[in-house]
């Protein structure tokens, strides 16, 4: 379901107060409102920012599975360029921005929280890029159609990876190329799975339990359903 922001609360505005416009560090090329040191609004407990009206802040972290697809897009850019791209479960908008950046014709970036939205909107233009940005859940949509799906750590928690594995299987299957970032998640698909790449993620222990994480970049393949 999509979440609603409180009465109020200004997402932009909470985004731009709590966070620091910084590089990530697989993804030099782009710089994010990310938490920091400084601004460590991960720390805050789920309801302190509960009572701030915000969810917790996904958006604020570069996850190691959307820097290591964004990396894979850069180094790569004929995967996207020309073509229709959605970054599904976007965060900081992270990989839709990589790929606007190799060239794709248009990029949507889609996350059911509604800050989420409001950082993918302001990484973009921190970035010069042009993308548009939703918090529908696309997952009860079957109707729209994309030439590529990119998908950075979404595999962190049931049921969400069980049924994000089954909606992106049918796009497979309907001809979309789909790719997925992943830190080696537990509930990462185990099947239909090519290994496209591997990249060491330096991460924070705030986040993880580790400084770097091995993080591979994954093509779920199309079987016939
Ligand atoms: C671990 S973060 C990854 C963010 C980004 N892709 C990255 O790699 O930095 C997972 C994101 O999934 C989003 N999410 C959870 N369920 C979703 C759904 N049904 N549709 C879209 N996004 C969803 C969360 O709000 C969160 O921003």
Not at 8 to 21: H, M, S, V, Y
Not at 118 to 131: K, V, Y
């Amino acid at each position: 379901m999509t979440r609603s922001v409180p009465k109020g609360t200004d997402p932009a505005a909470f985004i731009e107060r709590n966070t620091q416009l910084l590089d990530c560090p697989l993804v030099p090329e782009i710089k994010l409102h990310l938490a920091s040191e400084i601004v460590p609004i991960w720390q805050l407990t789920e309801e302190e920012l509960a009572k701030q009206g915000v969810p917790p802040p996904f958006w604020a972290f570069a996850w190691a599975g959307g820097q290591a697809l964004s990396r894979y897009i850069l180094d790569h850019p004929e995967r996207v360029r020309g073509k229709s791209v959605l970054d599904f479960a976007a965060g900081s908008g992270i990989v839709a921005i990589a790929a606007g950046m190799a060239g794709a014709s248009s990029v949507l970036a889609a996350d059911i929280d509604p800050f989420s939205v409001a950082a993918c909107r302001l990484n973009a233009t921190a970035n010069g890029i042009d993308i548009d940005a939703t918090s529908d859940n696309l997952l009860t949509d079957e109707s729209m159609r994309w030439d590529v799906i990119l998908a950075g750590d979404i595999c962190y928690e049931q049921p969400l990876a069980s049924q994000v594995e089954d909606w992106l299987s049918r796009h497979a299957a309907n001809g979309t190329t789909v790719l997925i970032g992943d830190p080696g998640r537990t509930y990462l698909p185990k099947e239909n799975m090519e290994k496209l790449i591997s990249y060491a993620v330096k991460t924070t222990r705030e986040l993880e339990d580790m400084d770097v994480r091995n993080t591979t970049v994954w093509q779920l393949e199309a079987k016939r359903l």
